[in-house]
């Protein structure tokens, strides 16, 4: 895949025609991803560069509001005071505002054509839970079943600590356990108990169980993996 740093915007070859090409063709790789159906992770990394483009931003707002020059006027709407510009004699500033701001649109555009298609796949994929549920926070298992198999994952939850802040996030871990061949009306809670009667750290816990199905070919680790954890997250939140 092809990749742009945290810092890519203000790395040598700093010329805009050269930034603008990087960010095409980068774009470009991740339409051609998303053609086939593949959004994890190069869905979350167009989000990550859009979110280091808004830190950059801010942090530019915050130096220049340090920053004492020349008062212009009083956004009495905002209650802001509007000050002079610094200067830029060279034109770097200039030059590199306009490559943050053709980033931007062009990147915005990639992550908000790549969440819709995700959406509309969304509704083609169904997870239900097999039995009973325990605690929604509890680890457990998913069951992937495509035509006759199932693809077995074991699941926990855990926290996450953000680089440079003192929050965290929650996230999913999931391991292959295995896969396994079905009939067409394969008793699955068998299969849950059998998993259950194991003396692992997953069934020691009360496990959940969930079964994933979709009538399209989805790719596993680059869509359907991801989708599950999603939806954990939110049904443990």
Sequence with gaps: MKQLSETWFVEPLFDYEYKTYEVMAYAKNMESQFS????????????????????????????????????????LKRLKMIRKALPDNCGIMAELDGIVRFASHTLGNLYREGSAILDELLSDVEITPLGILASADNPGWLFFRKSRSVRIYSYHFRLVRRPFGNNS??????????????????????????????????????????????????PQCETLLPIAKHFLIRSAA
């Design 169 to 218: 996030y929650k996230d999913v871990c999931t391991n292959y356990h295995s896969e396994i061949t079905t009939g067409r009306f394969e008793n699955l809670n068998a299969v849950k108990w059998e998993l259950m009667n194991k003396s692992d750290i997953v069934s020691r816990a009360t496990p959940n169980v969930y079964l994933v199905e979709t009538g399209l070919r989805l």
């Design 36 to 75: 086939e159906r593949k959004f994890f992770p190069y869905l979350d990394d167009v989000k990550r560069l859009l979110n280091n483009l808004d830190a950059y931003r801010a942090a530019k707002a915050e130096m220049g509001d340090s920053l004492r020059t020349d008062l212009l006027e009083v956004d």
